[in-house]
């Protein structure tokens, strides 16, 4: 069996709580990735699944709704599904409702002794982002939580946990966010609060901390002497499908669902400086201090940093796509971003003056994750015929799909002339370690279990993120656009963005 995942430290025998269990995410992504666990040999050595939703469901309904994700496992058998399975429950009540509470405690608690778990319990809300607050006091006034008693514990270091793990969107403006972040601090400590992102747990974007910080080669050469810009690139190419009602709601569109929840994190990432160790609060005080010094955009600023798009009716691999206003659930006139692209910069000694180009769309003509590092041209070209040829070294990080890096720059073609062409070093991921990347919500829920909070975000981060983006937002709410749709599906989007980019004397890196 594979073990590709980043650690084989066992975590602690638990519960896991599923709120909202009955959604797509908790059987195309959470049980899936509970199960990659049990092939790989992580999970604990007594644990158990506790699903919780408003919808009647079996224990057995619950396992059948799973088993059709859990089969795409390339690893997958019966026979360790027989043995995965049984881990598997289900109970039906509303997590808003006190008046549940007492049936789900006696529940959690027969679960936990039927597997010999112990106390040890990680909750999930896996749910609207409106049912999160009524969810989290309710688990705090029925003492589900013993956080305000664990410090008075005789032995700390044994005592039970409680944890929690909180899906995006984390508010929708920097008030709502500020507001969650006090609600989750009333019942949890902030050590057992995980604030997940599942782009954090993609193999590439942790692989980003070893590239930088354990090769001499490349962190010289990553500040604002050598580095021209930096772009980092989500997009997809399907739409909404069906999702249009949320997608429309105040916390969709490309803006808060993507750049500010994941693509300002990867920018941390890309530009934080090194921290003095790999733990979890170390790495969070650099990633916190990358958002510190971003830029806060003022309004007549925006129309220079950031552009929004939105989709209408095109081809996408030969077949037609609606546009985003035909779908069900949409506002016929929506001023919802379906593509969103920002420049930030940061106001550092490392990066002044180089702007970070972050962008994401739906409908697009790839689906494509990337990083790309554009370094500066060199001071003085020996090649002046070809100077126009010659293209800005490269660094370009695959997240997804065919994760891995790939290094441009400029050689000779063999022959008795100067002819100068661009080569390519490629890293591939699969190839060079022959395993798969492992599922990012494997990884998460293996660090949640064990305690790690590295790979998740901390209340600053969310809340410094907030207020990079809420400038535009509040500027775009403002000025609504009239030329929207501006782009049809299965192009790269809209033709301002290229404006945006031609404006500074620079292009967008879109592989064929």
Known sequence: MPNNMK?????????????GASGDLTKRKLIPSLYHLHLTGQLPEHFAVLGVSRTEMSDDDFRARALEFAKKDEHYSDETWSEFAPMLHYHAGDSTKGADYGPLKERITRVAKDHRVGENRLYYLSMAPQLYEPTIVQLGNNDMVTEGKAWCSINRESRPWQRIV?????????????HLNRVLGRVFEEESIYRIDHYLGKDTVQNLLVFRFANAIFEPIWNRNYIDHVQVTAIETVGVEGRGGYYDSPSGGAMRDMIQSHLLQVMGVVAMEPP????????????????????IPKAGDVQNIAVRGQYGPGQINGKGVPGYREEKGVDPDSQTDTYAAMAVYLDTWRWQGVPFYLRSGKALAKKLTEIVIYFKP????????????????????NVQPNEGIRLRFEGQV??????????????DYAQQFQAKPAEAYATLLHDAMRGDQSLYKHRDEIEQAWKVVQPVLDYWKENPQDDLPNYAAGTWGPSSSDVMMARDNRHWHNPV
């Open 276 to 295: 003095v160790s790999m733990t979890a609060d170390d790495i969070r005080v650099q990633k916190t201090q990358v958002l510190k010094a971003a830029r």
């Open 414 to 427: 063999p022959g008795t002339k100067m002819n100068i062409k661009s080569v390519v070093m490629d890293f």
């Open 166 to 178: 909180v899906e995006k969107p984390f508010g929708q403006d920097p008030e709502s966010a500020a």
């Open 7 to 19: 650690s084989n430290d066992k975590p602690d025998s638990c519960v896991i709580v599923i709120f």
């Open 378 to 397: 060199t001071p003085h070209t020996l090649f002046r015929e070809s100077r126009k040829a010659l293209t800005p070294n490269q660094i370009v990080i």
